[in-house]
């Protein structure tokens, strides 16, 4: 993914200005930076949900706005920081759900996919949740399954805006090591707003931190 030179402008202010990132599979860039400061602004406007001012993204070598929009959001995937469930449902058919592109709309979901949840379930140590509905869980508890179907999902570009927010400190330990673990399994660029500075560390990523408009590489 190459990021150039991209200005996001709401209301007549740049909230994003001439931004540039390069980034490539298997890595892992972390966005730190003050309340305000445009780190959501700048993952919306990565994932599609934001236009841009100036500038272009490019993934695999091609222009975002030559992509159709529905395969454009089947190889982004943004986990917004905060994600209310919307309707009662079970976990496992939640979490399901991240296979839904693989499928016709009128097709079950395979054994195989199931397994593939029930793995990552077990990852995450939320395999005792699967049978419960999503709408009694805590903000923690579902906040781990948004995370599972995210990383289900396969994407080739995964931003996360604050994914540890409403996670202890024994799950925000593990989630890194999770994150770390998905991307060198499977290759995929991860972009990661986070205010979990004990893990500014060179051996979990690339580091960014955004200052109003102004941005620099950190070590």
């Known amino acids: 993914m190459q990021i150039k030179d991209i200005t996001?402008?709401?209301?007549?202010?740049?909230?994003?200005?001439?931004?540039?990132?390069?980034a490539e599979g298997g890595d892992v860039v972390f966005i730190s930076g003050d309340n305000g400061s445009g780190k959501s602004t700048l993952l919306k406007a990565i994932a599609g949900y934001l236009p841009l001012n100036e500038g272009h993204i490019f993934?695999?070598?091609?222009?975002k706005t030559s992509y159709p929009p529905s395969e454009w959001f089947s190889m982004v995937h943004y986990l917004p920081q905060h994600n209310p469930l919307a309707f009662p449902i079970k976990v496992k058919d939640l979490l399901v759900m991240a296979f839904y592109r693989?499928?016709?709309?009128?097709?079950?979901?395979?054994?195989?996919?199931?397994?593939k949840v029930d793995q990552l379930a077990e990852r995450f140590a939320i395999t005792h949740l699967l049978e419960r509905n999503a709408k009694e869980l805590s903000g923690g508890e579902l906040q781990l399954c948004w995370l599972v179907q995210s990383f289900l999902a396969?994407?080739?570009?995964?931003l996360l805006d604050e994914p540890t927010q409403y996670l202890d400190a024994k799950?925000?330990?593990?989630f890194f090591s999770i994150l770390k673990e998905q991307v060198e399994h499977s290759s995929f660029i991860c972009l990661c707003a986070t205010h979990d500075l004990v893990f500014r560390k060179e051996e979990y990523g690339k580091m960014i931190e955004v200052q109003s408009t102004k941005y620099k590489k950190i070590k």
């Open 154 to 158: 396969g994407p080739k570009v995964l």
């Open 8 to 22: 996001v402008r709401l209301a007549d202010r740049d909230v994003i200005k001439s931004f540039s990132l390069s």
């Open 59 to 63: 993934l695999s070598e091609k222009d």
């Open 171 to 174: 799950n925000r330990t593990a």
């Open 102 to 115: 693989d499928k016709k709309w009128y097709d079950n979901y395979s054994s195989e996919q199931y397994q």
